[in-house]
């Protein structure tokens, strides 16, 4: 884990000088540092579910108690691979996104390749000081991504508004985590969770307690979940590859990681399902109705995001093993359906010069390869069987009706699962309404001229539509979310680890 860490980040470093020589396929150079990492990731799967995980671990500063400490469990395994698949997966898609004469390419390729590496970083850290500093590298970056339009202001106001908004929660995030870490005695985060229950019964109850509503705070500013929605659909003035990247499949997903690392030790506090379910559900409906009144394709797929985002954070974030485990399902077939979509939008935008549902009109009879792929993607995310979408939400529904109809269900757990009902219609709503807006004739609106779309270019995003069909029809070799092997083996918090 530290060796892809530091090859990545020196790959980073270089990256502008690789695109002084080879222009914009140099993204192409870029792509192996995570394809290539993605390959080791592959390979650790047995380690990984049957030997307990991996940990890494390399003192750096004793005295202020913090050190390089990583840890590849199968939460991590899965987050890791729709940060290293995806994530190479979109450089090679830039390679025929942008052109030669772009400004800026080799600050921009090296930044998303240092997001790479800060997002896998994040995701795998053991330590909840090296957490944050990977936390914050995301934000800084992403603010740089958002803003590479530097010329426009809209660009310029999204990437401050998105920095202003994550570093604030961040901020409010890291008083929640010294005051854990204060509290157990250590900032391991696989010892916190261990003796979570300790913690939540002790003499510190209450500052605990205070200290994991603060990590909220910092997990639902990096998820937009309301009333921090806003920055999202703002963020939508960066390149479609960002966009594709950190707002589908990478970035977003922090906030979510957070939330399922600690359900399975917190989730007992005394604030934690009111705030998960209650916003995570206010999002999931705010989002998808909002996503229904939108004009621009990548508007509509932004709403549509954080409705997702909402419903993931419900999911993961319960405490309960089955929800937790179809959570990360929904997680894995929302970052394969989202981010195919949006490189969708891409591909349109560059082909036609429009996102318009208005100017938009035959696309599909232009080019039927994009709308077949564009067409997979988004009946996963509508929940059309047999996508991975559906077999994931199924599994999410069977959790949430354990919940809400079991024996010790909460009062609100019916009501709760009414609103994922009419969230999951508004789902569909806005996922047909994508699919029209984008490549359906319209009548009284000339055919949108087409340029014709080359292989390389499709190709990203006709992968990703491809393993969420694959996903979807044989989910039984997948991780965690189906395998027999990962459910909790011991009453405690761990919950993600195999027996």
Known sequence: MITVLAITFAAATVAPLIFRSLGRNAFYMLAAVPAAAFVWLVLQYGPVYSGGGIEEILPWIPSLQLELAFRMDP?????????LGVGSLVLVYCARYFKN???????F???????AGAMFGLVTS???????????LTTILSYLLIGYARTRLAARRSALQALMVT??????????????GQAAGTYRISAILDQAGTLMSGPMQGAVTTAVVLILVGAITKSALVPFHFW??????????VSAYLHAAAMVKAGIYIVARLAPGFAASEFWLPVVLGLGLATMLVGGYRALRQTDIKLILAYGTVSQLGFLTMVVGLGRPDAALAGLGLLLAHGLFKAALFLVVGIIDHQSGTRDIRKLSGVFRSSRALGVVAAIAAASMAGVPPLAGFVAKESVFEAFVHYGTGHDAPAWGIWILVGLVIGSILTFAYSARFMWG?????PGVEPTPFKPIKPAFLAAPAILSLLTTVYGLLPAPGPVP???LCLPRRGDASLFWCS
């Open 101 to 107: 004469k772009d400004p800026g390419l080799g600050g």
């Open 232 to 241: 999202l659909p703002g963020a939508m003035a960066a390149p479609t590859p």
């Open 482 to 484: 189906y395998s027999p």
């Open 167 to 180: 570093t604030a929660g961040g901020l409010a995030m890291l008083v929640g985590l010294i005051i854990v």
């Open 438 to 442: 984008a490549f359906a004739v319209k």
């Open 126 to 136: 053991d330590d909840l000081l090296m957490l944050f500093i990977f936390w914050e």
């Open 75 to 83: 939460l991590a395994w899965v987050m890791s691979l729709l940060i």
């Open 109 to 115: 390729g090296a930044q998303l390749l240092a997001f």
